[in-house]
C-alpha cells in the first residue's frame, strides 16, 4: 500500500509541476519538484521499489509534458535505482547530503535532456541552455530540496520505520 501512495504523490506532484511550478520562474528556470521527491524517497526504499516508481513517474510525466517520449522515465529509473542501491553508504539524515544528492541528480537529468533536445530538435543557443542546466537549475532545486526536506523530515522518517 505504501508503494502504491507514494506512486500516486508523484503522479500528483508531476499534475503539479506541469500546472503551478512551471509558471515560477528564477532565472527563468522553474523548480523539478519531481526530481526532487524521486531522490528523497529513494533514500528510503529498495532497488527495486524505488525504480519502479521512478519509471512510472517519469513516464507519466513524458505523456503529460511531452518532448521526447521516454527520457524523463530513464532519467527517473537510473536515479531512483542508483541512489537506492547507494542508500547504505549515505548518511542520509543531513542536509548537506539531500543538496548534494539533488544537485547531482538535477544535473545529470538537465545533461541528459539537453542533449537529447540538441540532437533530436537541432536547437542552437547552447551556451544558455548549458549556463541553465549545469549551474542555476541544479542550485535552485538543491536550495528547494533543503527547505522541502526540512518541512516533511517527520513523514520521511515514517518512511523509514516502515
Do not use: Q, W
Amino acid at each position: 500500500m505504501k508503494r502504491v501512495l507514494l506512486c500516486l504523490l508523484g503522479i500528483l506532484l508531476v499534475i503539479v509541476e506541469g500546472s503551478v511550478t512551471n509558471y515560477i520562474n528564477i532565472f527563468s528556470v522553474s523548480f523539478n519538484i519531481v526530481i526532487i521527491y524521486m531522490t528523497i524517497i529513494s533514500l528510503y526504499l529498495d532497488e527495486l521499489e524505488a525504480g519502479i516508481i521512478g519509471a512510472i513517474v517519469g513516464l507519466t510525466k513524458d505523456i503529460a509534458v511531452g518532448g521526447i517520449f521516454g527520457v524523463n522515465g530513464l532519467i527517473l529509473f537510473l536515479t531512483s535505482y542508483t541512489i537506492s542501491h547507494l542508500k547504505d553508504k549515505i548518511y542520509k539524515e543531513s542536509s548537506m547530503t539531500i543538496f548534494a544528492l539533488v544537485f547531482l541528480t538535477t544535473l545529470v537529468d538537465s545533461i541528459v535532456n539537453i542533449a537529447t533536445t540538441i540532437l533530436v530538435y537541432n536547437s542552437y543557443g547552447i551556451v544558455k541552455l548549458l549556463i541553465v542546466g549545469i549551474l542555476i537549475m541544479p542550485t535552485l532545486n538543491s536550495l528547494l530540496s533543503i527547505i522541502l526536506y526540512k518541512i516533511s523530515k517527520k513523514s520521511i522518517l515514517k518512511l523509514k520505520e516502515d
